[in-house]
């Protein structure tokens, strides 16, 4: 059985790697979607995004990094694959996480979505939060990859290494 794993990554984090890890010990295939939302303000670009998840997913040999935009549910269609998983990481995400399950599923019947809950070492840890940190200077390499970590200093520096 295969899995999707669709979100924004970023970039992506600790949090994030951990869900993929567990998923990728339980199914046969975890497709790692990244999406490509045009009104969305990103940090990094859809390549930039996939290129990271690429590098710190390397070692998984069942996990595959792609991108999507429009619909879940059509992308769901396309990929042949209508199981979703999400994490959680506190009741904060349980509301959202509901209403875009029961839409999901109100547009395709088929479609099902599963919840890993966060461990709770990760269970504080955002996208959001680390770029604020790494913003202000401090320390990320305990919340990201050092791949991460070299990108995303770059970026704030605006490109110079
Ligand atoms: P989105 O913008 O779709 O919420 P994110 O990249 O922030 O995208 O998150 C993708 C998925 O990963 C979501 O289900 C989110 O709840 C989950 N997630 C994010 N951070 C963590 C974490 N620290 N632990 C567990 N799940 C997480």
Do not use: W
């Not at 994490?87 to 029961?102: C, K, N």
């Not at 320390?139 to 970026?155: G, N, T, W």
């Amino acid at each position: 059985m295969n899995v999707i794993y669709p979100g924004s990554f970023d970039p992506v984090t600790y949090g994030h790697i951990d869900i993929i890890d567990r998923c990728a010990k339980q199914f046969d295939r975890v497709i790692v979607s990244v999406l490509n939302n045009t009104a969305k303000n990103y940090m990094f670009t859809i390549e930039e995004r996939m290129d990271l998840l690429k590098k710190v997913l390397d070692k998984y040999e069942n996990v595959e990094v792609d991108s999507f935009n429009g619909l879940l549910v059509d992308y769901a269609n396309k990929k042949n694959c209508p199981l979703i998983v999400r994490g959680l990481r506190a009741v904060s995400d349980f509301e959202y996480e509901m209403q875009m399950a029961h839409v999901n599923k109100k547009l395709q019947e088929n479609i099902e979505t599963i919840y890993l809950v966060s461990r709770e070492k990760f269970s504080y840890l955002s996208s959001s939060i680390v770029k604020e940190v790494a913003m202000y200077g401090g320390d990320i390499s305990c919340f990201v990859p050092k791949e991460v970590e070299k990108a995303l200093i770059e970026k704030i520096n605006g490109g110079e290494k």
